[in-house]
């Protein structure tokens, strides 16, 4: 039972993500990085751009980095470059923002799902390699939420089948798996610097990191309309460079990085801790809780309906939202795969239940707890 509508307003609003709060304070620093862009009239690439990209290489821990404009660039530039094509195919999650797929189809390949692990939300390695076929040219899973895959059974996987691995990082700057970075791990990692990421731009941003030099310059020619040289084109290129504005925001923002998602990792901490045991929420599970960057806090309605949860904490100032509502292969978009309701049990059943509460790193302790505690009210926990 969910409690119905409060007499009173409520005490106290949490926003879903409060960007103004997050830029405010740090304004001095981005706002001389900007200056000095707008100075210079740099604004396409430029030395701004080129600082980030050697900042963010060695934060990744790879010799390159590669600045373009989105996130979902990087991914089709990632699979342009390791060559993967029309008769492809590309094994990849059903649960995941609909850009790992689009840059799939983009590339002229088609998109293979398997589904994901029941408590980490993540591409399931023990059904990837049944996936597996003759087209299988690429494994492309996601870090989502902030959590890195099971990635050693992937690249155990992709080494032994000759497959290419692919990271789509977009959601995990900084997590780690086994020590090392997200985004190290694969032959080529995808990031967006969306503004509401972990580690955001002032606008449309992404990149690829890789230690492979051939991948690097390839991307970094595809990205500038295939030059080898001015106005000598050597394959199909794009526009896809990234901006002098967001590479100096981003070299500012990349040195709170990690105390940033440290500040994430204390509230996800004590959503846990404020919501144990509470009834009508499941939590989630941090494979392991030190490498995990929680882009996201969500958590799974249980037993109760989540359309009502969510007007019930709206009423009480909470905003949440969905990541997401339906898996990528069950969309109209997707529909001549021919996949069918009951094709994804674990992506079907988290995406009918997810839902995601406030997270960032700018917010309090009080709004943390008040957050929890009008969950607790909704579901009579009080
Ligand atoms: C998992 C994932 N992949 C890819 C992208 C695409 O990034 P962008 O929005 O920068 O194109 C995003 C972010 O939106 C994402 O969350």
């Not at 390159?64 to 999650?93: F, K, R």
């Not at 497959?163 to 694969?186: K, N, T």
């Not at 960032?360 to 009579?380: M, N, P, S």
Request: charged letters at 20%.
């Amino acid at each position: 039972m969910i409690k119905p509508l409060l007499k009173d307003p409520p005490k106290l609003s949490v926003p879903f993500l409060d960007l103004n709060e997050h830029n405010r304070r740090i304004a001095h620093e981005w706002r001389a990085a900007l200056d000095a862009v707008t100075a210079q009239s740099q604004f396409i690439l430029g030395p701004a751009v080129e600082r980030f990209e050697a900042a963010f290489a060695r934060y990744v821990g790879v010799p390159h980095c590669v600045g373009l404009n989105n996130g979902t660039s990087a991914l089709q530039l990632a699979l342009h470059a390791c060559d993967v094509g029309p008769g492809d195919e590309v094994i990849t999650t059903p649960h995941t923002w609909i850009s790992t797929t689009w840059a799939i189809s983009y590339v002229g390949a088609k998109p293979v799902y398997v589904d994901i692990d029941p408590a980490s939300y993540t591409l399931d390695p023990g059904l990837v390699e049944r996936a597996i076929t003759p087209r299988t040219k690429a494994i492309l899973p996601v870090h989502l939420y902030g959590q890195s895959c099971d990635m050693e059974p992937l690249l155990a996987l992709a080494d032994k089948r000759g497959l290419v691995l692919i990271e789509d990082a977009a959601q995990a700057h900084g997590a780690r798996y086994e020590g090392r970075r997200v985004g190290s791990l694969g032959r080529v990692g995808c990031f967006s610097f969306y503004p509401g990421k972990n580690l955001g731009a002032f606008g449309e941003a992404g990149a690829i990191v890789t230690s492979d030099d051939a991948i690097a310059a390839r991307v970094r020619r595809l990205r500038d309309h295939a030059q080898d040289g001015r106005h000598h084109h050597v394959e199909l290129g794009y526009n896809a460079r990234m901006e002098g504005v967001q590479g100096a925001v981003l070299d500012v923002k990349l040195r709170h990085l990690d105390d940033w998602n440290a500040a994430r990792r204390r509230h996800a901490e004590r959503y846990g801790a404020l919501l144990a045991g509470v009834p009508g929420v499941r939590l989630p599970t941090a494979t392991d809780p030190a490498s995990h960057v929680w882009h996201l806090y969500v958590v799974l309605a249980d037993g109760v309906d989540r359309q009502i949860l969510i007007k019930r904490l709206a009423e009480r100032g909470v905003a949440t939202a969905i990541h997401y509502p339906t898996p990528v292969p069950l969309q109209p978009a997707y529909a001549h795969l021919g996949h069918r309701r009951g094709d994804f049990p674990v992506a079907e059943d988290v995406t009918s239940r997810c839902l995601s509460l406030p997270m960032f790193a700018e917010l309090t302790d009080d709004q943390v707890e008040y957050v929890a505690d009008a969950i607790k009210d909704c579901v009579g926990c009080h």
